[in-house]
């Protein structure tokens, strides 16, 4: 990795990670959006997973409008952005999906942030829908510093920045977590790695003035809904086993789903109930399997 750390004698530059795999129309959303920020002192690492050319019309338009480097990887989140982690020149990192995008003057505040905030290593903001709805219900109304309570209900990776300091000395991403792994566990790879950087001792602040967009999951339960909630309760469970939970956080992320399913089953929501129980065994199983991932080969696994 190059780049330098945070300091006062210098402005902060980003380095903008996104991995994207069978999106055009959203990412072209997200490059706008960057292109249209005030603070200019950026570069976008787009780790392409296609193995077609689909990109390569939208690489070509926005070359010349922000400061873009085309990576490529196997498929599989995480491998994305250990792949990116290796080339970014920045002082602080971030991880927008390809269907998320920024308001302009994102950047500019996060800069502040770490500017003002002394030796940080981890921002979150907040996120909202199109319609401007909270992200998370609940969330906090004044900045504050991060502790393990919002990394496991109010954190997501799209809303992460994180000091170059932190990606030295934490590393890759566990690469058996997340979408595209290969593994059940299908999620949990920034908790995974905000954990890790908590654990290490890094600083974090959670604020709620800085917003990035992103798309609700449709409320649809069908059979992709369905597979979700397995495989992402998987990669829940599977985090909450790896970092020694303690057995009150770990009997209250089972009992949550399984009220929810008794609530929705008394109103006569099936489907429902379905999808709360699928949540429940999904997290039951990383908890349950968690030692066959140890012995996952060809992964980063911190």
């Not at 570069?43 to 070359?63: S, W």
């Amino acid at each position: 990795m190059t780049g330098s750390a945070i300091s006062g004698a210098r402005e902060p530059e980003f380095s903008l990670v996104v991995c994207t795999i069978n999106r055009t129309r959203e990412l072209e959303k997200l490059l706008e959006s960057l292109a249209a920020q005030t603070y200019r002192k950026f570069e976008v690492l787009l780790v392409d997973q296609n193995t077609d050319g689909r990109l390569d019309a939208i690489v070509a338009r926005y070359a010349g409008v922000v400061p873009l480097r085309r990576l490529r990887s196997e498929q599989g989140l995480s491998r994305g952005r250990n792949v990116a982690l290796r080339e970014c020149r920045g002082g602080i990192i971030a991880f927008p999906d390809d269907d998320c995008w920024y308001p302009p003057q994102l950047l500019e505040r996060v800069a502040e942030i770490f500017r003002t905030k002394g030796d940080l290593g981890v921002v979150i903001t907040r996120w909202e829908d199109e319609q401007g709805r909270d992200g998370f219900p609940g969330y906090p109304q004044r900045g504050e510093p991060i502790s393990a309570r919002h990394v496991w209900t109010k954190a997501i990776s799209f809303t992460l920045f994180i000091s170059q300091s932190v990606a030295v000395r934490i590393g890759c991403f566990d690469e058996r977590l997340g979408v595209g792994s290969g593994t059940p566990w299908q999620s949990g790879e920034e908790t995974d790695y905000l954990l890790r950087a908590l654990a290490a001792g890094f600083p974090g602040w959670h604020d709620p003035d800085c917003v990035v967009y992103h798309p609700r999951q449709a409320a649809v339960l069908d059979a992709r809904a369905f597979n979700r909630a397995l495989t992402y309760g998987q990669g829940f469970g599977f985090v909450l086993r790896k970092h020694h939970c303690s057995p009150v956080r770990i009997a209250a992320a089972l009992v949550r789903p399984l009220g929810g399913a008794l609530i929705a089953a008394a109103g006569l929501r099936f489907s429902k109930a379905k999808f709360h129980l699928l949540v429940f065994l999904g997290r039951w199983r990383g908890l349950t399997r968690w030692a066959e991932g140890a012995g996952v080969q060809g992964t980063n696994a911190p």
